[in-house]
C-alpha cells in the first residue's frame, strides 16, 4: 500500500488530515505524481513518475522566455497526469543564470523596477515551488540593510520577507537599539522559498546574487547585517561557520561602493537557543555604534 494511502488510513481525524496535508506543505510537496492512490511497489522498480517525459519543445529556452506553457506530458497508453501549476524554466546553468540575471539587475533604476524585474526572471528554480516573491520589507531607502538567509512558510503566504516568529523575534531585537521597520531594509540572499525551508543551494543563491547587488546599491545603506550563517557565507564569500563570523567588522565592495558589514546570529538559532542571545546583544550594540558614528 503506497504511504500516503496508508497514512490516510491510520488517520482519525479531518483535523489529523489537514495536519498530514500541512506537513507534505512545509516539506515541499508541490505536486501529486498521479490522481489516484496506486501501488508503486506492486509496478517493479520503475520510478514513480517515470512514464512522464518532458516535451523540450515546450520548454523555454532562453533566460526570461516565459515558462507558462512548460508541461509534464504523458507516455502513449499511460493516464494523463493531473494538471500541474505552470513551473518555472528552473534547469538553467547556475552561470547561464546568473550571466542573465546580471543583465537585467543593472538596467533597474529603482527597487519597483528590479522587484519588476525579479517577477520576470525565471532562473532561479526556487520560483517553481514557492508561492510569492519575497522581495524587501522596511524602508526604500536605509542606513542599515538586513540580509537573511530565505523567505520560509510565513513570508511564501505573506510575500514578505521576516515576517514569522524569526521575524517578530528579528523586530524586536532592532527595537532595543532604537530602531523599527521605516529605519531598516530587510530582504534575504534568496527571494522565493526553498521547499521544506531547506538552506539555499549555492546555485539558488548565484542566480539572485545580481539582484542582491543592485537592491544594495539601490538602497544605499551605510551597513549591511548578514543574519546567521548562510547569509554571511554567501555575502562575505567565506566557508567558515557563523560563531567565527559573527561579532567582526569587515568591508563588502557592491558596484563603485564599500560597504561595512557584519554578521550576527540568525533570530530562529535564537528562539531555539536564548543562552546565545547574549552573543547576538553584543552584535547589536556594535552595530548601535556604528550607526551613531
Ligand atoms: N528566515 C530568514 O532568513 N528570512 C526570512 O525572511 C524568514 C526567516
Same mark, same amino acid.
Given at each position: 500500500m503506497p504511504l500516503i494511502s496508508m497514512l490516510m488510513t491510520k488517520l482519525a481525524s479531518r483535523e489529523e488530515m489537514l495536519a498530514l496535508l500541512d506537513w507534505f506543505q512545509a516539506m515541499g510537496v508541490d505536486a501529486a505524481v498521479d490522481d489516484s492512490?496506486?501501488?508503486?511497489?506492486?509496478?517493479?522498480?520503475?520510478?514513480?513518475?517515470a512514464d512522464y517525459v518532458w516535451r523540450h519543445s515546450e520548454v523555454p529556452s532562453t533566460p526570461g522566455e516565459s515558462a507558462a506553457n512548460a508541461r509534464i506530458s504523458p507516455r502513449p497508453g499511460t493516464a494523463a497526469p493531473p494538471a500541474a501549476r505552470p513551473r518555472a524554466a528552473t534547469p538553467l546553468g547556475a552561470s547561464e543564470a546568473e550571466i542573465g540575471a546580471r543583465k537585467i539587475a543593472r538596467q533597474a533604476t529603482s527597487l519597483e523596477a528590479l522587484e519588476t524585474a525579479l517577477r520576470e526572471f525565471d532562473g532561479c528554480g526556487l520560483k517553481a515551488t514557492a508561492t510569492k516573491l519575497c522581495f524587501y520589507r522596511g524602508a526604500a531607502k536605509a542606513d542599515l540593510m538586513i540580509v537573511g538567509e530565505a523567505p520560509g512558510r510565513d513570508e511564501d503566504l505573506e510575500g514578505k520577507p521576516f515576517v514569522g516568529r524569526a521575524g517578530q523575534l528579528l523586530d524586536k531585537m532592532l527595537s532595543t537599539i532604537g530602531l523599527g521597520e521605516p529605519d531598516v531594509h530587510i530582504t534575504n540572499?534568496?527571494?522565493?522559498?526553498?521547499?521544506?525551508? =531547506?538552506t539555499p543551494t549555492p546555485q539558488e543563491a548565484l542566480a539572485c546574487r545580481p539582484f542582491l547587488e543592485r537592491q544594495i546599491e539601490l538602497v544605499e545603506p551605510k551597513i549591511v547585517v548578514a543574519v546567521g550563517g548562510a547569509a554571511a557565507k554567501e555575502l562575505f564569500g567565506v566557508a567558515e561557520g557563523i560563531m =567565527?563570523?559573527?561579532?567582526?567588522?569587515r568591508n563588502v565592495t557592491i558596484g563603485e561602493r564599500t560597504i561595512a558589514a557584519i554578521a550576527t546570529l540568525h533570530p530562529a538559532y535564537l528562539l531555539r537557543t536564548p543562552a546565545a542571545k547574549q552573543l547576538?546583544?553584543?552584535?547589536?550594540?556594535?552595530?548601535?555604534?556604528?550607526?551613531?558614528a
Open positions: 492512490s496506486c501501488d508503486w511497489l506492486a509496478r517493479g522498480p520503475k520510478a514513480p513518475g540572499i534568496v527571494y522565493w522559498r526553498p521547499p521544506g525551508n =531547506r =567565527r563570523l559573527r561579532g567582526k567588522w547576538a546583544w553584543q552584535d547589536l550594540l556594535q552595530i548601535r555604534s556604528k550607526i551613531r
